[in-house]
């Protein structure tokens, strides 16, 4: 398959039970779903295991299969079927993990197929913690930005940014000269383009203000 000597070292460190599995009833398994059910190219099933290595220990049966006949349910077929970049959502459990956070955003407003679109478009939603991640950050959209959820709707990719490394400062610093931007514009560039555009901002107020 070829995995660097760094890589498998760090995988058998995270599961030393590798070492003893058999690799015909134990590994191969694992490697015929993912090429065969799942269809990834050979090539890239390397860069699934790299990325997300609890598929090595992951029955294919009672973990992957039931997840991955959900996740096609939920659309992710034809153009938007997994990819090495998304196998990892194989070892989500349906019934604790994936299902709640789907239901945790109809729960405030979106309607199924809105929420089904989102997580088409930007699949990393399903692995972000609701604890951690969803419900302080829609807190802090709704009460602190008074955000429309229509925005979310726009730009899902919110909840991939940091609440207090990015959303809180940038945000802040709108708020102290009075301005306001789409989630969009306001996360998606760099610092230093941010800072430039909130200096445009407040050139162009002084200009309307002559």
Do not use: W
Not at 29 to 37: E, N, Q, S, V
């Amino acid at each position: 398959m070829g995995l660097e000597s760094s890589a498998l070292g760090r995988i058998l460190d995270m599961y030393p039970l590798l070492l003893t599995s058999d690799p015909y009833s134990d590994i191969y398994p694992i490697f015929d779903f993912l090429l065969h059910t799942v269809e990834i190219p050979f090539p890239e099933i390397r860069k699934s295991i790299i990325r997300c290595p609890r598929l090595l220990v992951s029955d294919p049966e009672t973990q992957l299969k039931p997840t991955f006949e959900f996740l096609t349910q939920l659309g992710f077929t034809g153009p938007n079927k997994l990819t090495s970049q998304t196998t990892l959502l194989l070892v989500s459990s349906v019934e604790f993990t994936l299902i709640p956070k789907i239901e945790y955003l109809v729960e405030l407003g979106f309607e199924y197929d809105e929420v089904r679109n989102m997580v088409l478009r930007s699949p990393g939603l399903l692995t972000f913690s609701l604890e951690n991640n969803y419900k302080p950050k829609v807190e802090y959209f709704l009460n602190e930005m008074n955000g429309d959820l229509g925005e979310i709707k726009k730009f899902p990719q919110y909840f991939s940014y940091s609440l207090e490394r990015k959303i809180k400062p940038r945000n802040q610093m709108l708020m102290e000269h009075g301005f306001s931007m789409h989630l969009s514009d306001m996360l998606k560039v760099s610092d230093g383009e941010f800072r430039a555009r909130l200096i445009e901002m407040q050139l162009q107020l002084v200009e309307d203000r002559q």
